[in-house]
């Protein structure tokens, strides 16, 4: 390299560098979202104007073990097994590590690329090319060389696709914190459902027994004269149906034993969960404090996940931007060739070349605009994307709080209807024995009774799996140690 040129092409390299930092992306900003002062289903709220403070992300903060406020050991031993076992959470766990990946990829264009090779090759010139010494000759070559090229990030394309990758990466890993979410959450309400169905299995099997002994009676009144078949008839009735409510329990109940199975990672034909005696008394409900909706927006994965992708999508705009400019590289390449094996490795078979390359198109016919185009138009996509998960974040929230107040409600007025049923059955009862009334005055009480106990059984079930949701619409936490 001559002493004139050599500060040329080191003044090349230093503008390189200089412009290295420009960037042709626009600043992001996070999309605004209407945020409301207070959830209108909080009963808590005074409906003061309470001030929010702007989101910061803290979707990767510890959820905790959630569902230890329910108080349920053997709910706490399933849950432990979905992170280890549940597919869905391990494909979550493997795309989080795909587009990891990506970013590296992505990052590795800010190196230089080096090659290396070795080749040896024989080749003849035609005899009838004129002017050249080699016409007609067999020529071996051997070479070896060692090139390099490295592409200045001159209009920050390559900072735009590690930008972009590495947004792609966070949404991944919030998308595994809502997978885990969600899975924790449906664990926890089929398993609320499989213990609302064994309390309501223990209900029809105390009326099964209660049934039989009454038609045992019955049969010996009808044996005496005191009644007539239609009393027996009745009661049959009456038990053969409460035993076929109580079948249909079991196949209701094998089938949410085997979406547990399936959650936790176990085929569903080794996968048992023996019944619990005395149910509803085991059934924990916490208190669920939902907070300001400015934290929902900090601890939904999910919000989190759609934010992040508005963040890639708008660093593609950028590196769609950058494809108008020119490309520079920079290359030098160093290595040896001789015609014979025996010099090869001598002074005289030393062959070298450096310099700048400045590329950059001309004409292709619309495909950078149309490019540029799309990735604006998928920018407003994330846009709508992430607006609508929010919006849906606070439906949920919204939803489950005003179920837990209406089921609230209806627990207690099912509650003391259910005690009135049980009354009036035992003066039914009376009455029948003293012969006042008809054994179907027994049957209609019978069955109201029943009707009304297990419909109080459902509601506390329905309290549950609405607890559930709540914790999982907020997040999987509401206080301040669990994020």
Known sequence: MSARRLPLRLGAIALAAALAACSTTAPYQA????????????????????????????????????????????????????????????????????????????????????????????????ANKQGSSLAGKTIPDYSMGVTATWEPDVFGRIRDEVTSANATAQASAADLEAVRLSMSAQLAVDYFNLRSLDAQKQLLDDSVRAYSRAL????????????????????????????????DIDVSRAQMQHAIAT???????????????????????????????????ERRPDIAAAERRVAAANAQIGAAHAAFFPNL???????????????????PSLFWSLGPQLVGTIFDGGKRTATLHAANAHYDGTVADYRQTVLTAF????????????????????????????????????RFNAGAVSYLDVVTSQTIALTNERDAVVIEGRRMTACVRLIEALGGSWNASAG
Do not use: C
């Open 329 to 347: 590289v920079l290359s030098a390449t160093a290595g040896l060739e001789s015609s014979m094996f025996a010099p090869w490795l001598s002074a």
């Open 31 to 126: 999309p605004k979202v209407e945020i409301p002062a207070h959830y209108a289903g909080d009963a808590s709220s005074n409906g003061s104007n309470t001030a929010w403070q702007v989101a910061s992300p803290a979707d990767a903060a510890p959820r905790g073990a959630w569902w230890t406020v329910f108080d349920d050991a053997e709910l706490n031993t399933l849950e432990a097994r979905i992170d280890v076992s549940n597919q869905s959470v391990r494909k979550a766990l493997a795309n989080l590590a795909e587009a990891r990946a990506t970013t590296d990829y992505q990052r590795a264009g800010f190196l230089p690329t080096i090659t290396a090779g070795v080749a040896q090759d024989r080749y003849r010139t035609s």
């Open 395 to 430: 439906e949920q929230v919204e939803n489950n709080l005003s179920a837990l107040q209406a089921l609230a409600d209806e627990s207690t007025t099912q509650q003391r209807a259910a005690q009135a049923a049980q009354q009036a059955l035992q003066l039914t009862t009376n």
């Open 216 to 247: 045992a009676i019955v049969q010996d009144q009808l044996r005496n004269g005191a009644i007539d078949a239609s009393a027996v008839a009745q009661a049959q009735t009456q038990l053969d149906s409460t035993r076929t409510q109580a079948r």
């Open 263 to 297: 959650l936790i990672g176990e085929p569903a034909s080794i996968f048992t969960l023996p019944p619990v005696q005395d149910t509803q008394a085991s059934l924990h409900l916490p208190t669920i404090p939902p907070g300001l909706p400015s934290q929902l927006i």
